[in-house]
């Protein structure tokens, strides 16, 4: 929609600032008050706030907050060590568990009215994807050296010319396949919900779509993890 319905918008008009009415704004001001910028400084907030608020001090023996986080936080350092090892898991849990936790309260985030997921916007994908994908090579050839090459050109020397060019493409189509599966399908999600609201009001209409559009954000959420995974841990195996 041109105009979002968003409550950051109110506060903006109150504030004096911009209210973009795209979505990236026309002035550099608007840019930086843009919705998918502007919700995604409320998803840090809360990633930073929140945890410091439920947990308090950590105890040798935890309460139920401090369960709660435990197991978020050891059950993704666990899988993560399952597919990588506990080495590697150590190295990449950083990042890989910032992008699960802001992906997943930005997705969900979009199902309250009022709020937008920031990774509806496909500069936020983008930039997430740039990130793992520099990775995976910064990785690949921290790992092998030059030759990293080796996972591109095949098992035989026969097979460069046919072989390169198609591992190329196809690890460029990474950049595209995960930032747009992401995107799309949250937008998907938000697009839907905002014409459910509009034609069946705020309550039962959009009900069933608001359950689906938990169990999409869960989804894909465990999606670009996994990819982010699969591809970081491909780069640091040797070519076969």
């Not at 903006?12 to 998918?36: C, N, R």
């Not at 197991?71 to 080495?87: H, I, K, N, R, S």
Request: net charge neutral; hydrophobic share 55%; aromatic share 10%.
């Amino acid at each position: 929609m041109e105009h979002p319905i968003l409550f950051i918008s109110v506060i903006l008009q109150a504030l004096g600032l911009p209210v973009p009415h795209t979505l990236v704004g026309e002035t550099l001001l608007a840019k930086l008050v843009s919705p998918h910028l502007t919700y995604t400084w409320l998803v840090m907030a809360f990633l930073i706030i929140m945890p410091k608020l439920t947990l308090g001090k950590l105890e040798l023996v935890p309460n139920g907050k401090q369960n709660f986080w435990e197991v978020c936080v050891g059950g993704l350092e666990t899988y993560m060590a399952d597919q990588m090892g506990p080495q590697r898991a150590a190295m990449m849990f950083p990042m890989i568990a910032t992008f699960a936790f802001y992906i997943l309260v930005a997705n969900l985030m979009g199902l309250m009215p009022g709020f937008m997921s920031p990774t509806s916007n496909l500069n936020i994908t983008l930039g997430m994807t740039l990130i793992v994908w520099v990775t995976h090579h910064i990785l690949g050839l921290k790992y092998h050296g030059i030759k990293y090459i080796n996972h591109f050109t095949g098992p035989m020397v026969a097979l460069i010319p046919l072989m390169l060019p198609i591992e190329i493409i196809s690890n460029l189509a990474r950049v595209l396949s995960l930032s747009i599966r992401l995107f799309g399908n949250i937008m998907a999600k938000e697009t839907l919900l905002a014409i459910l609201f509009m034609l069946y009001g705020a309550f039962f209409g959009p009900l069933p779509i608001l359950c689906l559009g938990v169990l999409v954000s869960v989804v894909q959420t465990m999606v670009f993890v996994l990819l982010s995974i699969l591809y970081c841990q491909g780069a640091m195996e040797h070519a076969h």
